[in-house]
């Protein structure tokens, strides 16, 4: 999830007026430019975040839809028409309504109201609601005679976000530093410390789960005002255990620096940093090959977590993060806090927070070691055993299983445990959702693979398959099962 942007510009007929006698400026170039730096800020910080711009008097228009292209925001800025009055009710309605077009109801966003006046639009503008999770702020440019001071902080504190008041005459000079406290504030970049044992890497997550969680982490007081700063990996668990887990949001996991790497070599020694490796590739690779899941601890009262690993999409890979609900149950696993060592066992603090970049463990931290790693126990019921997590019956995927299962048996033998193992993912499709006739459809392509066979030639080949067929008929449970077997001695002259 992204947090969008919505710039919400007034353009009533007061932001035409000089701002005092000693600066020959209107209040709409100062405006102007203060936007245009915090535009500047947007693009070189969250250049994949969406933005858009909405002007707004006694009617409102979008002025650009949501877009990454900052120079369409950048022109419409200078195009801008001044109008009447400052009917706030009407802006906030509009952009409501934009952010829902565009996005939906479940996507957070963030909308920034720039104004020189107090709202007198038909409505109150505390009346309005929206039905996504925003963060609402405003920043009021005028005198403190035109400003409804008050409101604007109801209104924000309302919807989760800021009030800044620009008091005039000597407020130009200032409207900058202004957007520059909005973007600390509430556009600071995520960083946080990756921690595997000793083995530690800062990282940076996307999109920014400050941003993307704000509305959980407001809601429920158990949890921290901002999204934790150390992650430590508590333990590995197989993908195909928690692979089909609903999670609350993903990140992409990106290291800051490809040398901020740091290991200690023994628990009494002094941290220090090296070029050669990444924390995050290693991981990257290693969850990658072993198809495994590695365990974040977030918090430990309410227990809180997040699964890392290595995903694939689109021939391009990349280290994720999935963030799990608080207190999230597996039913096939039981509680999540059984997988998880025991803090005094392993050394961890558990507390939740490790050490930072090049400081010392504290004292009695003692090194991971695969054996306060190892998951508790836990019965696995034996219909998941060795099967994959999900599986599908739609027309597209059954069409690209069987001709995997063509080519793979085309390459027999070479290719004999591909061939069982997809095989048996088709099977268990055709147990899980009750349709035997997938088995038969299966069985009937094999025959005719067999029949294409010339005779006296790939006799390894027919025997392979008139034994798979040989267990998809008379088995409808169970493991098929590949004997690797002697390759059949042939005459050959010469």
């Known amino acids: 999830k992204e947090m969008p942007t919505v710039l919400l510009v007034d353009t009533s007929l007061s932001i035409g007026r000089q701002i ?35 002007t707004f008097s006694s009617t409102s228009k979008v002025c650009v839809p949501f877009t990454r292209d900052y120079s369409l925001l950048r022109s419409a800025l200078y195009d801008i028409k001044l109008q009447d009055k400052t009917a706030l009710d009407v802006g906030l309605q509009t952009a409501s309504q934009h952010i829902q077009d565009f996005w939906g109801t479940d996507k957070p966003c963030q909308i920034v109201v720039v104004t020189d006046g107090r709202p007198n639009g038909k409505e109150d503008p505390l009346n309005v609601q929206f039905p996504f999770p925003v963060k609402l702020h405003v920043i009021a440019f005028g005198t403190a005679q035109d ?7 109801t209104l924000t504190k309302k919807n989760s976000g800021s009030f800044h008041f620009v008091e005039l005459p000597h407020g130009a000079r200032i409207l900058r530093r202004t957007f520059d406290s909005l973007a600390s504030s509430h556009y600071a970049k995520y960083s946080a410390v990756l921690g595997c044992g000793h083995l530690l890497s800062s990282i940076t997550l996307f999109p920014d789960p400050n941003l993307s969680l704000f509305h959980i982490l407001a809601s429920d007081p158990n949890l921290p005002i901002s999204f934790p700063e150390t992650l430590h990996l508590m333990g590995f668990v197989a993908t195909k255990h928690l692979a089909s887990v609903s999670s609350t949001s993903r990140h992409v996991v990106l290291p800051t620096c490809p040398s901020a790497v740091y290991f200690n070599e023994s628990p009494g020694s002094e941290w220090e940093g090296s070029s050669d490796g990444l924390l995050c590739v290693l991981l990257h690779n290693a969850l990658r090959a072993e198809k ?118 085309r390459g027999l033998p070479q290719k004999a445990e591909d061939l069982f193992t997809e095989c048996n993912k088709l099977r268990h499709a055709s147990n899980l959702y009750s349709l035997p006739s997938l088995v038969k459809s299966l ?37 098929l099962v590949y004997e690797r077997k002697a390759p059949t001695q042939t005459n050959a002259s010469g």
């Open 20 to 54: 005092g006698s000693s600066e020959n400026k209107t209040r709409k170039e100062v405006i102007q430019r203060g936007i245009l730096h915090f535009l500047e800020f947007l693009e070189k910080n969250h250049s994949f975040e969406y933005s858009s711009l909405i």
């Open 147 to 153: 400003i409804d001071i008050p409101l604007y902080r």
């Open 292 to 409: 495994m899941m590695a365990i974040v601890q977030l918090q430990i009262k309410p227990l809180w977590v997040g699964l890392l690993y290595s995903l694939t999409e689109k021939e391009k890979t990349c280290l994720m993060l999935s963030v799990l609900a608080p207190n999230t149950t597996v039913d096939w696993l039981g509680d999540i806090s059984t997988l998880l060592p025991n803090p005094t066992q392993s050394g961890l603090p558990n507390t939740g927070a490790g050490p930072g970049p090049r400081s010392k463990p504290s004292a009695g931290t003692g090194r991971l070691t695969s054996s306060n790693l190892v998951a508790a126990s836990v019965p696995v019921p034996s219909y998941s055993k060795g099967a994959p997590s999900v599986v599908s019956i739609k027309p597209e995927v059954l069409q690209m299983d069987f001709s995997r299962i063509l080519r793979y048996a």
């Open 443 to 479: 069985s009937d392509v094999l025959a005719d693979v067999v029949s294409e066979l010339e005779p006296d030639t790939n006799s390894d080949s027919a025997t392979i398959l008139q034994d798979l067929i040989s267990q998809l008929a008379n088995s409808t449970d169970g493991e």
